[in-house]
């Protein structure tokens, strides 16, 4: 697979099969995707990585509290600005649209809107779950490497015919990843990732998201034609 195809071929997977990845696999994506660029070479990312049992104790310990989402335990730091203005407003909520519409869930349907969104922490059914975590030191561009780290991460395990799915929603249970994965305090959670072999039959993951024209975010000054 070359980049443009791992590109092309990336999205947000919400259905994986049970097949369980070897370390090794896993271990490969971790360190290759260290070539990501970092302001420095700082390197921020920090990587926990849980497979098997691991993974099953921690969804064990949040599968009789799902009656307290979506707040849960707060978060560490808020994922979205509030309030959201547009046109991001627009696109997280047109997004959440084709997501439940996938699935058959209507608007209104809030319990059900919930149970899927409960699937988070269950990694979606993936076999590994990667969390990302960065020190409370660092600034906005430590931040922005790790996003680099973690779509490299992403891409990278394409090249393994495997998919992805980025969790923030892992941050609003922060006090207890933090206490499973014995964070040390200098840490915290930007991100979960769910990391496995995709269920390409799931209607949760027969569509794509759309994104904007390219004029519309970007613009080409001073080239030949
Ligand atoms: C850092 C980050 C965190 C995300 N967190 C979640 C999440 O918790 N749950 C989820 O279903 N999708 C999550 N997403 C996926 C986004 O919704 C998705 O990237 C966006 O809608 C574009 O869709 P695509 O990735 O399929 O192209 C996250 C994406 C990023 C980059």
Redesign the pocket.
Known sequence: MDVFEAVAS?????AFLPTPLPEATVRDIVERAARAPSAGNMQPWRIYAVAGERADALKAQLAPRMNELPKAEGGDYP?FPHPLEEPFRTR?FD?GER?YQSIGVPREDKPARYRQ?S??FEF?GAPVGLF?AVDRTHGAAQWADL?GY??TV?LLARGHGLHT???????SWHKTVRAFLSLPDNLMI????ALGHADTAAPINSW??P?VPLDDYASFDGFTR
Do not use: D, E, H, K
């Open positions: 990336r999205y947000s997977c919400r994922v997280r997004v997501l969104y699937r988070n979606f990302f996003g973690l779509q992403a799915c980025p969790q923030q929603a892992w941050v930007y991100s979960g990732m794509r998201a994104r």
